[in-house]
Structures are given as structure tokens and as C-alpha cells.
């Protein structure tokens, strides 16, 4: 019943920018903490951004990427974006989606659904 998708990733030269997209098949989409976080190969899953439930005006971002991303969301489409300018090779990774209960977090551990994900590549 729950699923997350994500949607937009691809190549990119350096200083390019992508727009990232999760659609949620939740009920009651807007009570739920979203987050993206990416995964590198051989490093951990890392956050890096994350908006608040209802109508998203609290958000967060990990440090390496403030100013340059951005989260939003869309509660009528039960949908969540990342929308990344400027990227840098150091942003390659596959990004997902997630979905919480909890309020924000930067954790892994709370968020309670996740997408399958989608590559980023950032060439030099």
C-alpha cells in the first residue's frame, strides 16, 4: 500500500542542476516528515535534506549542500522535491526518498518508508 518513487536523477556536467521528484502513495500524505538522503558507493546512506510535515516550513539541510538544494513539497500531489543546483561531482550518489513519522530528523532510523532510489551522476 505504501510506496515511494523517485524520478529525475541522471547525468549532469559539473554546475548543472537536476530536479528531483518522489511521488507517495500515503494516506495522508501531509502528516508525514520527508526527507531525501543519498548513498555513495562503499559509504553510508547520508541525509541530506528534510522538510516538516503539514505545510513544510520548517526544512533542514546537511551542510554540503545549503544554497544549493532545495526541498519542497506538494501536498496535493503527495508529492516531494529536491531540486539541485550547482552540483558538484562530490554529489554523485543514488538519492532517496523517505517518509517519517517523527518529525524532522536527520537519522535513517527514523524515517519509516523509503523509494527505491534514483542516480545522480555529476561529471567533471
Known amino acids: 500500500q505504501v510506496q515511494l518513487v523517485e524520478s529525475g536523477g541522471g547525468l549532469v556536467q559539473a554546475g548543472g542542476s537536476l530536479r528531483l521528484s518522489c511521488a507517495a502513495s500515503?494516506?495522508?500524505?501531509?502528516?508525514?516528515?520527508m526527507g531525501w538522503f543519498r548513498q555513495a558507493p562503499g559509504k553510508e546512506r547520508e541525509f541530506v535534506a528534510a522538510?516538516?510535515?503539514?505545510?513544510?516550513?520548517?526544512?533542514y539541510y546537511t551542510e554540503s549542500v545549503k544554497g544549493r538544494f532545495t526541498i519542497s513539497r506538494d501536498n496535493a500531489k503527495s508529492t516531494v522535491y529536491l531540486q539541485m543546483n550547482s552540483l558538484k561531482p562530490e554529489d554523485t550518489a543514488v538519492y532517496y526518498c523517505?517518509?517519517?513519522?517523527?518529525?524532522?530528523?536527520?537519522?535513517?532510523?527514523?524515517?519509516?518508508?523509503w523509494g527505491q532510489g534514483t542516480q545522480v551522476t555529476v561529471s567533471s
Open positions: 522538510i516538516d510535515r503539514w505545510s513544510g516550513v520548517g526544512t
Open positions: 500515503l494516506r495522508a500524505f501531509n502528516v508525514y516528515t
Open positions: 523517505a517518509a517519517g513519522s517523527v518529525g524532522l530528523s536527520t537519522s535513517p532510523v527514523s524515517y519509516s518508508f
